[in-house]
């Protein structure tokens, strides 16, 4: 059974940066098509933050963390990564890695991925 594990959450100041980790066992990130990154903040609903595709020649990010996060995988290792840069309180949340099977055009959509992780926590906050 798959199973994904996050880490590298913490607290940070505005304009601040993390890097967030996410290891898959039981399988590898090749098995699927896409890793995604979503996120949830409190009081709010799971919103897609960013993913790349199986391969690594395409990433796609959402409108609000485009420009300061960077999406990346190593198959060698079963990692995937998110670089967080210039952090605003905004981007408070639990995070979760993803992996699915989707059709690139349902990227977005965490309804369609397949397995996931715990989560992390950012708190981004002066």
């Known amino acids: 059974q798959v199973q994904l594990v996050e880490s590298g959450g913490g607290s940070v100041q505005p304009g601040g940066s993390l890097r967030l980790s996410c290891r898959i066992s039981g399988g590898t990130f090749r098995s699927y098509t896409v890793v995604g990154w979503f996120r949830r903040a409190p009081g709010k609903e799971r919103e897609f933050v960013a993913a790349i595709r199986q391969s690594g020649d395409y990433t796609y990010y959402a409108d609000s963390v485009k420009g300061r996060f960077t999406i990346s995988r190593r198959h060698a290792e079963n990692m995937a990564y998110l670089e967080m840069n210039t952090l605003t309180p905004d981007d408070t949340a639990v995070y979760y890695c993803?992996?699915?099977?989707?059709?690139?055009?349902?990227?977005?959509?965490?309804?369609?991925?397949?397995?996931w992780g715990q989560g992390t926590q950012v708190t981004v906050s002066s």
């Open positions: 993803g992996v699915g099977s989707q059709v690139l055009s349902a990227i977005r959509d965490g309804a369609l991925y397949k397995s």
